[in-house]
């Protein structure tokens, strides 16, 4: 299974980090989605989008600052994280629901995809 996510790294509150996650035939599908682990916490739901991008869901949390979006002839789906903040400290991680699913889940279970996360540090 090929989702590898990158583009993590340490930032300031208040600053940017772009992820990419690049997929492979078989795991970039019609609804991809991100995903959060903090230590001690249970995984979360980021973001997910459909195939042509107009069916889209954010947490809460994230929602007015972060944005998702796909390059389907890449095969890549990003996450652009603006106004980090010390609670978005995590493992982000990039998942896929399965080929022929169209509909958007928050259920981390139903994303039978899932790749290896890159660490997002936001320091105060």
């Known amino acids: 299974v090929q989702l590898q996510a990158s583009g993590g790294g340490l930032v300031q509150a208040g600053g940017s980090l772009r992820l990419s996650c690049a997929a492979s035939?078989?795991?970039?599908?019609?609804?991809m989605g991100w995903f959060r682990q903090a230590p001690g916490k249970e995984r979360e739901f980021v973001a997910a989008?459909?195939?042509?991008?107009?069916?889209?869901r954010y947490a809460d949390s994230v929602r007015g600052r972060f944005t998702i979006s796909r390059d389907n002839a890449k095969k890549t789906v990003y996450l652009q994280m603006n106004n980090l903040k010390p609670e978005d400290t995590a493992v982000y991680y990039c998942?896929?629901?399965?080929?022929?699913?169209?509909?958007?889940?928050?259920?981390?279970?139903?994303?039978?995809?899932r790749g290896q996360g890159t660490l997002v540090t936001v320091s105060s």
């Open positions: 989008i459909s195939w042509n991008g107009g069916a889209l």
């Open positions: 035939e078989q795991t970039f599908n019609n609804i």
């Open positions: 998942a896929s629901r399965p080929k022929a699913v169209t509909v958007i889940s928050t259920t981390p279970a139903s994303y039978t995809n």
